[in-house]
């Protein structure tokens, strides 16, 4: 059994379900694979705690009390908050902290039968696009070490393309799963806004965060999601009342039929030459399968890059006022009086990114300034949304690239933040509209780096999303090719 | 439009963030390059047009949710103060504010 690592979610179900492999030895050979923490991709690894949630699966698999994921391990991100692991949201100034409880992703998991193999790297508070920002060091892609995993779920991304874990979660505000996903070859999905309960993920923007799963398959991806989601009507205000689904259900549903809106703003001269060849091809695959594909407009897809970078640290300056240095985190050693408390203790805490952040977010809802651009940002946010809207008239999915590019050499945007935002301009407008959206790979590009095909679905058209990447995935084997040693 | 270094100092202190005088420079300069892409946001008309707060009320009528006014968690006070970085008593200490 040395390939269990190489195994899909659903295999190792399977062998758990039947006894042919207990949650122990899984959890043993995924905790020996993630030994010397391979690419920096976890942030806290603790195998006592894993194993001791182990021994509980095994002991639900004897009594026949299993759920149906029972022992199967999974890793979280970093901005999940855990009782049994540290949480630090990549962040210095949560160094250390331990969460009096779990998020509800993490405890539907857990009661799906999950087993938790540790915490993962990510950006500062999931802010960023490489990986890049975290306190913590970096990510290596697996692929290709001097490149970056993309971000900001780029620990998650990493450790599911080298084989650290089956599935982990991710967070995706503005393309936080879709883009990572893709940049390392593996599958994600962020569902409708509201979908996956926000309670126990520490806050980034409040009217953009969503959990989503990031697993090798499609059909994995539809197994963690129906456990993920669900109403959490007490503890999450915006969580919607929308009831669980089973996601698996309509998988292999044929494509005969569904219209595929291609936007021509996704494709225009900033693609990259390699990346449209390989989602050309990807959509060539699914015409054969019965699929047609419709040309639509998404007439701001530009005007998404200042939207979403106006409301996104609008809502992070406020919700980061509460790392003050009093009740949890970073408190500054030498200070004079309670203001300067505060603001040592941010200034020591906080990285360059997520205090830029929080400097626009606090301008930008200052006095004066709030009509100009928060309410204008929420406004055209409106006319994005409508714009899809629009485009759902004559479509019944959305395709196109996750990214410009393949993922960049880490280092190469390093003093040149503007750089990252623009490189996410095709996965923000789903964001904004909050909208379902995932990443497929769909083949390789320059430097034999993965490629990933984009795919946005209407409100709660998770489970055609899912489809639509597991006939791809029948098809073709890009989401089975993995980096040279694992 | 673009920030001054004044702004800058005033925006430090609203978000109780102590800048170092090079941070703060980088800061001006990075703000202010990011403005740039801003700029085109200003130029839509937006009359008549709703915010979005919640995305999916684009298609549907979003009420957030109050619960009951019930008390609904336990007594966890040494787990809630377990990463605090100064407790007494069960309090959270904080320099003097009242002289």
Same mark, same amino acid.
């Given at each position: ?29 995924f ?14 690894i ?12 095994? =002991?639900?698999?004897a ?7 029972? #022992? ?15 949480t ?6 949560l ?18 039968g999950?087993?938790?193999? $540790? ?9 960023g696009s490489?990986?890049?920002?975290? &306190? ?13 995993? #993309?971000?900001?779920? #780029? $620990? ?6 080298? %084989? ?13 799963i ?15 806004? %509201?979908r ?6 520490? =806050? ?23 456990? *993920?989601c669900g109403?959490? &009507?007490?503890r ?7 009831? =669980?689904? !089973? ?34 091809a990807a ?49 500054a ?11 040592k ?29 928060y ?7 409106? *006319? ?6 629009? &485009? ?6 959305i395709a ?10 880490? #280092? ?25 959206? *995932? ?9 034999g ?19 639509v ?18 | ?25 980088? *800061? ?34 979003? =009420?957030?949710?109050?619960?009951? !006014? ?30």
């Amino acid at each position: 059994m040395n390939d269990l690592h190489n195994l899909s979610v659903k295999a190792l179900a399977n062998l758990l379900q039947t006894k042919e492999v207990s949650a122990v030895e899984v959890a043993t050979r995924f905790l020996a694979r993630m030994g010397g923490n391979p690419h920096n991709a976890f942030l806290d690894i603790d195998s006592e705690a894993t194993l001791a949630q182990a021994r509980a699966s095994d =002991a639900k698999l004897a009594n026949g009390t299993a759920g149906p994921l029972e #022992g199967v391990p999974v890793a979280h991100k970093d901005v999940f908050v855990t009782q049994d692991f540290a949480t630090t949201a990549g962040s210095k100034i949560l160094s250390g902290y331990r969460s009096p409880f779990d998020a509800t992703v993490v405890q539907r998991l857990r009661t799906a039968g999950m087993v938790t193999l $540790g915490k993962l790297n990510c950006d500062e508070f999931a802010m960023g696009s490489a990986n890049e920002n975290s &306190a913590y060091g970096a990510v290596q892609n697996p692929w290709d070490t001097t490149r970056v995993p #993309g971000g900001s779920s #780029g $620990g998650s991304a990493a450790a599911v393309a080298a %084989g650290l874990a089956p599935a982990a979660t991710g967070t995706d505000t503005g393309g936080s799963i879709r883009q990572p996903a893709s940049f390392c070859g593996i599958t994600g999905i962020k569902p409708t806004y %509201g979908r996956a309960s926000r309670y126990g993920m520490i =806050a980034y923007a409040s009217s953009l965060d969503q959990a989503g799963p990031m697993a090798r398959t499609a059909e994995d991806c539809a197994l963690l999601l129906s456990a *993920m989601c669900g109403p959490d &009507a007490d503890r999450d205000s915006t969580s919607l009342d929308v009831p =669980a689904e !089973d996601f698996t259900a309509s998988l292999g549903a044929d494509l005969k039929g569904l219209r595929i809106g291609i936007p021509q703003e996704f494709f225009g001269e900033g693609l990259h030459a390699d990346v449209r060849a390989a989602v050309d091809a990807a959509l060539a695959e699914l015409t054969k399968q019965g699929a047609t594909l419709v040309p639509i407009s998404l007439p701001r897809t530009e005007l998404s890059i200042p939207v979403y970078y106006i409301i996104a640290p609008a809502e992070a300056s406020s919700n980061l006022s509460r790392f003050d240095g009093v009740k949890f985190g970073h408190r500054a050693k030498d200070y004079t009086d309670l203001e300067s408390m505060y603001k040592k203790s941010r200034a020591e805490g906080f990285g360059s990114e997520v205090k830029r952040r929080i400097m626009t977010g606090t301008y930008v809802l200052s006095h004066g300034y709030y009509d100009a651009y928060y309410l204008q940002a929420q406004k055209i946010r409106r *006319m994005i949304a409508d714009d899809f809207q629009n &485009a759902f008239k004559q479509c019944d999915v959305i395709a196109g690239p996750v990214a410009p590019s393949v993922a960049w050499k880490l #280092g190469e945007n390093a003093n040149d933040p503007v750089a990252d935002y623009l490189a996410d301009i095709f996965t923000l407008p789903a964001s904004l509209a909050g909208l379902p959206g *995932m990443s497929v790979p769909a083949g390789f590009g320059a430097h034999g780096m993965p490629v990933g095909l984009q795919l946005i679905g209407n409100y709660f058209k998770e489970a055609q999303l899912l489809n639509v990447a597991h006939r791809l995935q029948q098809a073709t084997d890009f989401h089975l090719r993995k980096p040279e040693g694992i | 439009m673009s920030l001054t270094p004044q702004d800058i100092d005033r925006i430090a202190n609203l978000a109780r963030l102590e800048l170092k005088p090079e941070e703060s420079e980088r *800061m001006l300069a990075q703000i202010n390059g990011f403005f740039g892409i801003v700029n085109a946001m200003q130029a839509v008309d937006t009359s008549g047009v709703q915010p979005l707060a919640h995305p999916v009320a684009a298609i549907q009528d979003i =009420a957030l949710r109050l619960r009951e !006014d019930v008390v609904s968690e336990p007594n966890n006070r040494e787990a809630n103060q377990r990463s605090a970085p100064a407790v007494e008593r069960g309090l959270f200490l904080v320099p003097k504010v009242i002289e």
